[in-house]
């Protein structure tokens, strides 16, 4: 057991590394302290020596109207290029969906015929209709389900959804599909969104992707469908773990919040956040908010951290106590002395801005531009004051400042599109798939700004 601010970490599977910016709380309570998990997933040293492990794939391609002409010719080749990718051992099954939902695949071996079969299914494939994502992504987790099941050995089961759209059609509810993505994790089967354009539901594709174990990304252009697809394919061969869950055992009174969109449960004192798949020696931060009661001078109260796991090569779950770490009790001056873990509070910042960034886009879409202008006030007032003493955290501020005033009036589709990617693969740690530079989060506050 810690007993004062000293990272804990667990060595199994991947390597789990919890610390806080600080651990001295005020006995009169309310104080607010962060907890820094670091994950790094373990490192696939056998990967060019090795047979890689079957690839059980289902591709879920939008046909509804609004893709018609070049993304749905991208979505097209992209298809096309994975089948050339595919080997001898994969299976793919191929959907599509508009107002009704075709199987054009089902499960299909990628032999040379096979691959000639869906290659066929895949060049007539034309628009129509209206948009049940809901419904297409489905029927294409049934055929990587279905597959599953026959398998005589462990399969990577992955379902790639692409849409430019928001479902208007079947089940629309973003928390009803992230609850369908959860248990198809669970089992096994991980879905990873593109987003296509500038029409798309952000918040139903990143939905299903987080909660689906996989990666959401945005092809704004038709051409980039193609680079993204062949990218996220190249990802899903190369994850060592699946299906990470972090848990948390909390003292009576402390409560837990999530900076990010990373999905999380509370169950009494029980906190877990779902982190889903990551590729090979990748590190991803989660930073969780604690707020503590009150307690008597010089008592402590521990913070149990855990994890849980799977590989890709096995249905078996895995799992590992990390440690404790302790908060302990103090005054209130005794409090204001105490120095921060200067690395952790660098990684609290960063994670903080990019949760209030995404946060204030979510409610200015949404119409509520007073409630986040009111929002971004709130936590600029806490947050400037955290920053304090941080090197290099002073244009993390100087962007929070900038923003207030722009959330209200509307930021474009496209505007905003790009803000909740950046923001979103910054608190997960991913990488940007695509070749073209975007601007920066505050380089599109700024020129919004000019425009207002």
Not at 373 to 392: D, H, M, N, W
């Amino acid at each position: 057991m810690t007993h004062a601010n000293q990272p804990i970490t667990g060595q199994t599977g991947p390597l789990l590394t919890a610390r806080l910016d600080r651990s001295l709380v005020n006995i009169e309570g309310g104080s607010v302290r962060h907890l820094v998990v670091t994950v790094r997933a373990p490192v696939d040293d056998s990967a060019a020596t090795k047979p890689r492990q079957p690839l059980n794939l289902g591709l879920v391609i939008d046909a509804s109207g609004s893709m018609a002409g070049a993304p749905l010719d991208a979505a097209k080749s992209a298809a096309l290029g994975v089948i050339e990718a595919l080997r001898d051992a994969d299976h793919l099954s191929l959907v599509s969906f508009a107002s009704d939902c075709i199987c054009h695949a089902n499960g299909v071996r990628m032999t040379a015929d096979g691959r000639q079969t869906a290659a066929e299914a895949i060049r007539p494939l034309d628009t129509r209709g209206s948009t049940d994502l809901g419904g297409g992504w489905l029927l294409g987790c049934e055929g990587v389900a279905r597959r599953q099941a026959a398998a005589d050995a462990p399969e990577r089961n992955r379902v790639i959804l692409l849409s430019d759209g928001h479902a208007n059609l079947g089940e629309c509810d973003p928390g009803v599909l992230a609850r369908h993505a959860r248990a198809l994790q669970d089992h096994g089967v991980l879905t990873s969104t593109v987003g296509i354009g500038i029409g798309y539901s952000p918040i139903q594709l990143q939905a299903i992707a987080e909660q689906g174990g996989g990666r959401m990304h945005d092809a704004e252009r038709p051409e980039e469908i193609v680079e993204i697809v062949l990218a996220e394919l190249a990802e899903t061969l190369t994850t060592t773990v699946e299906n990470v869950e972090l848990r948390l055992t909390l003292p009576d009174g402390m409560t837990a919040e999530i900076y990010g969109t990373t999905p999380t449960t509370t169950a009494g004192n029980r906190f877990s956040a779902l982190l889903g798949a990551m590729t090979s020696g990748t590190t991803r931060n989660i930073v969780i908010k604690l707020t503590c009661p009150p307690g008597a001078a010089d008592s402590r109260l521990p913070i149990g951290v855990a994890a849980s796991w799977r590989t890709p090569d096995s249905p078996a779950a895995h799992a590992c106590e990390v440690g404790s770490l302790e908060v302990h009790y103090g005054s209130g001056q005794a409090c204001l002395a105490q120095p921060r873990d200067a690395g952790a509070a660098k990684t609290v910042a960063e994670q903080w801005q990019a949760h209030i960034y995404h946060r204030a886009v979510v409610l200015n879409q949404d119409g509520e531009r007073e409630a986040a202008a009111t929002f971004v006030k709130r936590e600029l007032q806490y947050f400037s004051t955290y920053c304090q003493g941080i090197p290099g955290t002073e244009r993390f501020v100087r962007g929070i400042i900038e923003l207030l005033p722009s959330v209200l009036t509307t930021f474009s589709a496209r505007d905003a599109k790009e803000m909740l990617l950046s923001t979103y693969k910054m608190t997960r740690g991913e990488v940007d798939r695509r070749s073209v530079r975007r601007e920066t989060v505050d380089e599109i506050v700024r020129s919004h700004r000019k425009k207002q």
